[in-house]
């Protein structure tokens, strides 16, 4: 059996993230028995900055939008609208289903392309970086938490630590994810790459 993710019952798209993006960690926050106060301090985030986010006022940075994640324990697919889970044999996700985050400050896009997110404690990702833009430090994930890419086209500059890598198309990557890391394009053209998310258990 071949199970597919339709559109109607699809991820959120375009101008729809910030509500489902917020939607969503209302509810991680609320199960977690959290106040604003207590995950503002967890996460670095403001205050008056999560309070936006929830009632979907606020795209958040792709920055502020990991650190959230990671203070409530979540993936950021898991925040943004991960596929509902799924059973057969074989999966399909179409391309116009993809739960997509943009970086509303830089151009920054994070294309999930796992048709089973999760499936065997791993996601696939697609990333878009525009000419002269970075993500930024994003915090550490849990220990046991690794990440592979491959950059597809462009360049790509990628900090973990005190060590900076430059990657070509076709050059490939694997780092443990448990520091502080960050992906940048210094060129004046657009990067792509494919990224690959595991977590041992």
Known sequence: MIEQHGNAAGPEHGDDLAGAFGGNVRR??????????????????????????????????????SR????????????????AAASGVAIVMRKDDRPIFRDPETG????????APGAGGAEMIVHHLPA???????PAYPPGTEKQLVVLDGTLTVAIGEIVETLN??????????????????TNARCEYIMFISRRT
């Open 169 to 186: 198309a076709g050059d490939s990557l694997f780092l443990q994810a448990d520091a502080d890391h960050g992906f940048a394009n210094r």
């Open 132 to 138: 002269q833009v970075s993500t930024g430090l994003l």
């Open 68 to 83: 959230i994640a990671h203070a409530l324990d979540a993936s950021l697919s898991d925040l943004i609208g991960a596929p």
């Open 28 to 65: 991680r926050r609320e199960e977690a028995g959290l106040t604003l106060e207590q995950l503002s301090a967890q996460s670095s985030v403001s205050r008056a900055m999560l309070s936006k986010v929830e009632r979907g006022e606020k795209s958040p940075t792709i920055g502020v939008a």
């Open 108 to 115: 920054f896009e994070r294309h999930m392309v796992s048709a």
